[in-house]
């Protein structure tokens, strides 16, 4: 089984995922904007029980535009954000991809919010969905 491994800058505060992300995706909503630093945020989201985190966190929670409440945990040290839930996706963590550090890690399958995209960006692929709102994956 696939292990990952994502730290926060200063390394104190880890999360370990095992097996193959369920969605790994593009958000340009404002908010992961603000959180990444950047024009748009990626992450990768496992079921709860295949990530195990380590180290000391803080917590500090939102309510995103869906109207659910996110929850995110991060390095009281360093600041990274290493991994945060949403209330309205029940049983998954999701964590920032570049916090594995890994260039061959899966690309994204998602883009979401694209209405609040940056004109200069693109999320490129035959195979990835498009939308301008939130989406969530169907059962």
């Given at each position: 089984m696939t292990l990952w491994k994502a730290t926060c800058r200063c390394?104190?505060?880890?999360?370990?995922?095992?097996g193959?992300?369920?969605?790994?995706?593009v958000?340009?909503?404002?908010?992961?904007?603000?959180?990444?630093?950047?024009?748009?945020?990626?992450?990768?989201?496992?079921?709860?029980e295949q990530v195990t985190i380590s180290g000391d966190s803080a917590v500090w929670e939102r309510v995103a535009d869906s109207g659910?409440?996110?929850?995110?945990?991060?390095c009281p040290v360093c600041g990274s954000t290493?991994?945060?839930?949403?209330?309205?996706?029940?049983g998954v963590t999701a964590?920032?991809?570049?916090?594995?550090?890994?260039p061959?890690?899966?690309?994204p399958r998602f883009s979401v919010y694209e209405n609040r995209k940056h004109a200069w960006t693109e999320v490129l692929g035959e195979e990835v969905e498009?939308?301008?709102?939130?989406?969530?994956?169907?059962?």
């Amino acid at each position: 089984m696939t292990l990952w491994k994502a730290t926060c800058r200063c390394g104190q505060l880890s999360a370990c995922c095992e097996g193959e992300p369920v969605r790994v995706s593009v958000c340009h909503c404002l908010e992961c904007q603000k959180r990444s630093g950047s024009a748009f945020a990626t992450q990768a989201r496992w079921p709860d029980e295949q990530v195990t985190i380590s180290g000391d966190s803080a917590v500090w929670e939102r309510v995103a535009d869906s109207g659910h409440r996110v929850t995110y945990r991060f390095c009281p040290v360093c600041g990274s954000t290493l991994a945060y839930v949403i209330e309205g996706w029940p049983g998954v963590t999701a964590i920032p991809v570049g916090a594995f550090a890994d260039p061959d890690f899966p690309k994204p399958r998602f883009s979401v919010y694209e209405n609040r995209k940056h004109a200069w960006t693109e999320v490129l692929g035959e195979e990835v969905e498009h939308s301008s709102g939130f989406s969530v994956p169907q059962t």
